[in-house]
């Protein structure tokens, strides 16, 4: 393995791969690199990895079993999640879709909720194993070049070189950005996410929930928790935790006449969330910008030596109800990273080499986007947000209420324009989904 | 307490929190120089949209005697404001490490 310095403070020999960025799509690139005999380094500005970062809560696992096909023995895992809920809220209701699968409980597939400062530190671990060498602690500052392609990277004084650089820096990537490859940042294609952890025991989350140990439940919730703006509020359980959040999106918030700060503080005061909460104690408060503009706001993937992975690239699948960033990240790490692996068998790292890994995102994740292709107009569409939530308790309450009136009468609660929108949303919906 | 302070206030039988109550939860080591600058305070006084006292989750942007006055201490490093200043008047990076934010849980 090499070491980043000598003892008179020189560089040891180029990398074949240097990796910016210790999150999951970084951490796996380099544990497939390393794996494959690749001589990779990864850059880490965090303390060490995850201790930038942050999320929901739950991790899917495709490309971690591939990865670790038995990486339930020692992943950090707090609890499968068995439970889904959607849930339309107003401020006294709210109405949800609730789906339970108790295969879920063994193999995981619905994936599994953690925190990012042990999960990321788990997977620098097995980098390590794997023989990467990872830098934690170091801050990227910009990209080398000779002959005008890149060639390694640049931090403070010291100087780093690579055949390959793979990006993997995260929501705002600066150095993609000071590449060319990636434009101004468009608040339409970003949310803010903001989350609260609360400490509870396990029988609390447990009884609070309705679940077992066994369990884990993930809701997302539209309407009320942002006040009513495009994107959404999440509950994740942990074993004794209980994470409560919302995302944003950054245009809509920013035009309104809220604030971030005050959002989240609004949604935990909702009696629903408080049945979940009361009494437990806050532990952290954190945020994060999350890209959320699907196909649209896809960065350049590649140049002559260098590829943009994970959500540097905008890779997250967030449709505002589905939140996909990090089993995403991870693939677009695995496969640059064998693109990697066969450029470097080549010994040609050239941009007509590198395009394999545009064409394998294409056919094996963006092909997901764009059978999302509708969810955009129907997730853009601000009826979502601030009309249905409201519409759905109010029907649903003018039911109960209303025994007795005919059915009719309810539907003519619905206005003659809104009727039309609302048969053009649900099939436009029903597409998206 | 100006308007810029319109935070959730800590009240009684409530769970809500100010803002820096809960910011008071989040480890910090503090550079002894700034990560973030404002390029030129005049676009500041004359943006009507004001975008980055609205995203802000740390309430670093705060509105005193009219002027948008930043803070870099509380920075949680998200990157919204750089994002939502469409005057591009924010010169954004990361701290320098070993600084800034480090979530115990994330
Ligand atoms: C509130 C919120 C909730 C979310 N919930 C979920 C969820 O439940 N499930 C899910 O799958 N996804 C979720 N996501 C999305 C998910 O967090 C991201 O998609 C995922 O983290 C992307 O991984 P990444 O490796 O591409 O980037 P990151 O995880 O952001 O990693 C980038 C890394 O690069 C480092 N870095 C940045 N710049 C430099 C530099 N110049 N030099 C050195 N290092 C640098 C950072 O410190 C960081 O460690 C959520 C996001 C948010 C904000
Ligand atoms: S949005 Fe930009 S220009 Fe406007 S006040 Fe904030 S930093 Fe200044
Ligand atoms: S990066 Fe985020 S926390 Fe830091 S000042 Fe900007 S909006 Fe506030």
């Given at each position: 393995m090499n070491d980043i310095r000598n003892e008179d403070g020189i560089m040891s020999d180029e990398f074949d791969v240097i990796i910016v960025g210790g999150g999951p799509a970084g951490l796996t690139a380099a544990i497939v690199a390393a794996r494959n005999g690749l001589n990779t380094l990864v850059l880490e500005?965090?303390?060490?990895?995850?201790?930038?970062n942050v999320f929901g809560g739950v991790i899917y696992t495709n490309t971690l079993r591939k990865l670790f096909?038995?990486?339930?023995?020692?992943?950090?895992?707090?609890?499968?999640?068995t439970r889904r809920r959607l849930t339309f809220m107003d401020e006294k209701s709210y109405f949800s879709v609730d789906y339970k699968n108790?295969?879920?409980?063994?193999?995981f597939i619905n994936g599994f909720s953690t925190f990012r400062s042990k999960f990321d530190a788990w997977l620098a671990k097995k980098a390590e194993d794997a023989g990467a060498l990872i830098a934690t602690g170091v801050k990227v500052d910009s990209l080398l070049h000779k002959d005008g392609k890149v060639s390694g990277v640049i931090s403070g004084n010291d100087q780093m070189e690579g055949k390959m650089v793979i990006l993997a820096?995260?929501?705002?990537s600066l150095l993609a950005m000071s590449e060319g490859m990636?434009?101004?940042?468009?608040?339409?294609n970003y949310g803010v996410g903001i989350k609260e952890v609360f400490q509870l025991t396990e029988e609390e989350v447990n009884k609070r929930f309705g679940i077992t140990s066994k369990d884990g439940i993930e809701d997302l919730i539209i309407?009320?928790?942002?006040?009513?703006?495009?994107g959404g509020g999440f509950i994740y359980t942990f074993r004794d935790m209980v994470s409560v959040g919302v995302i944003v999106s950054l245009e809509a918030l920013r035009k309104s006449e809220h604030y971030a700060i005050d959002i989240i503080e609004d949604f935990k005061e909702h009696p629903m969330v408080q049945d979940l909460i009361s009494g437990a104690q806050i532990k952290e408060y954190s945020a994060h910008a999350i890209p959320e503009g699907g196909l649209r706001m896809?960065?350049?993937?590649?140049?002559d030596n260098v590829m943009v992975v994970g959500d540097a690239a905008?890779?997250?699948?967030?449709s505002g109800i589905y939140l996909n960033g990090v089993e995403i990240a991870m693939k677009s790490g695995m496969i640059a990273a064998e693109v990697a692996v066969e450029a470097n068998k080549k010994k040609d790292y050239s941009e007509k080499t590198l395009s394999v890994y545009e064409r394998r995102m294409n056919d094996e994740i963006l092909i997901e986007f764009r059978n999302l292709k509708d969810a955009p107009y129907f997730l853009e569409n601000p009826r979502m947000y601030n009309y249905y939530p409201k519409f759905v308790n109010q029907m649903m309450e003018k039911m109960i209420i209303s025994?007795?009136?005919?059915?009719e009468a309810l539907i003519n609660m619905i206005k003659g324009k809104e009727k039309w929108e609302l048969i053009e949303d649900a099939l436009r919906g029903l597409k998206a989904l | 307490m100006g308007i810029d302070r319109r935070c959730a206030q800590g009240v009684e039988g409530s769970m809500k929190m100010n803002i820096d109550d809960r910011l008071a939860l989040v480890k910090y080591k503090v550079d002894?120089?700034?990560?973030?600058?404002?390029?030129?305070d005049k676009v500041c006084d004359t943006?009507?949209?004001?975008y980055c006292v609205h995203v802000c989750p740390a309430s670093c942007y705060r509105i005193e005697n009219n002027r948008v006055i930043f803070h870099y201490?509380?920075?949680?490093?998200?990157?919204s404001c750089l994002i939502s200043c469409d005057k591009k008047n924010i010169d954004w990076n990361y701290p320098r490490a070993p600084y800034g934010v480090t979530f115990k849980f994330g």
């Open positions: 500005r965090g303390e060490y990895s995850g201790s930038k096909p038995d990486f339930q023995k020692d992943a950090p895992i707090e609890r499968p999640i108790y295969g879920f409980r063994d193999n820096d995260g929501a705002v990636k434009g101004w940042p468009d608040p339409n309407g009320y928790p942002t006040k009513y703006l495009r896809i960065s350049k993937l590649y140049r905008g890779l997250v699948n967030s025994d007795g009136i005919p059915k | 002894n120089r700034p990560h973030i600058i404002l390029k030129d943006c009507e949209g004001k201490e509380d920075c949680v490093e998200c990157g």
